[in-house]
């Protein structure tokens, strides 16, 4: 039951976070701009594997060649929809990422204003701009690694009746959600000068609110446009977060 209550507490985050850009709206419009620009490219990109996912599932199976019609349309059907499904599971995990790197400054100046109206902001961990993108991007490919290291077998446990149907899209939304928390509260972790591992382990300490957080908005994030409107909620959602429940003020962290 605690678990539970803590992944409940998880998903009562996001809807702080939602609560918080309503009060300030222009920061809500301020943090859409990033989300925007991401979303029309991965728009683009998810288009185009869409038309072409047939073709692709042609190339990659040319075991099926000698088989009957019906066979191969029906085998190049299942795996362009699985093509294409792994494809919009990586763009929704990857989007905050990407997002989160081109909007840095966006969100920076977002999360540091949710702190503001909770309270002083916690400071002397700062980088240059510069060195804060390279190391949002270091963070961001090592955390993809540890995505992909946990959906490439789940892809092809996919093909697996029953299991591929039931089991799998369940540990893909969790597996995906923590790392979207993952993301989500990086800015506000760095800024108490928590460096990757400090953060990971933080999160693995806190599964299940971290779980709540992030699986919520991994099915929000499929739908068309939500990603981006709940972008800067998700933002303002984790800051909360942090300075609530993961890392209040007075617990200490080790920076290595």
């Known amino acids: ?55 692709i599932a042609d190339w990659a199976t040319p075991f099926a060649d000698t088989w009957g019609e019906g066979a191969q349309t029906a085998l190049h059907s299942l795996v362009g929809l699985a093509i294409f499904g792994a494809g919009l599971i990586l763009s929704v995990v990857t989007f905050t990422a990407v997002t989160l790197i081109l909007g840095e400054p966006f969100y920076e100046k977002l999360s540091e204003k949710v702190e503001e109206t909770h ?35 789940l892809f092809f446990l996919g093909f697996v009746p029953v299991i591929g149907q039931t089991v799998v899209p369940v540990l893909g939304a969790l597996v995906s959600g923590f790392f979207l928390t993952v993301e989500l509260t990086t800015l506000a972790m760095e800024r108490r000068g928590m460096v990757r591992k400090s953060r990971f382990a933080l999160l693995r300490g806190n599964k299940a609110p971290a779980l709540g957080f992030g699986v919520l908005l991994f099915l929000l994030f499929l739908i068309p446009l939500v990603a981006v409107v709940a972008m800067p909620a998700a933002v303002a959602g984790a800051a909360i977060m942090v300075r609530t429940r993961l890392a209040p003020a007075g617990a200490l962290h080790p920076q290595t």
């Open 1 to 55: 039951m605690g678990h539970f209550r803590s992944f409940l507490d998880g998903i009562g985050f996001f809807f702080q976070g939602l609560r918080w850009v309503a009060r300030y709206p222009r920061w809500w419009l301020f943090g859409l701009i990033p989300a925007l620009i991401v979303f029309v490219l991965y728009a683009v990109g998810l288009y185009l594997l869409g038309t072409n996912a047939l073709d």
């Open 119 to 153: 309270g002083d902001v916690p400071t002397g961990h700062g980088l240059p701009l510069w060195k804060s993108i390279l190391r949002s991007i270091k963070d961001s490919l090592i955390t993809l690694g540890y995505v992909l290291l946990f959906t490439i077998p």
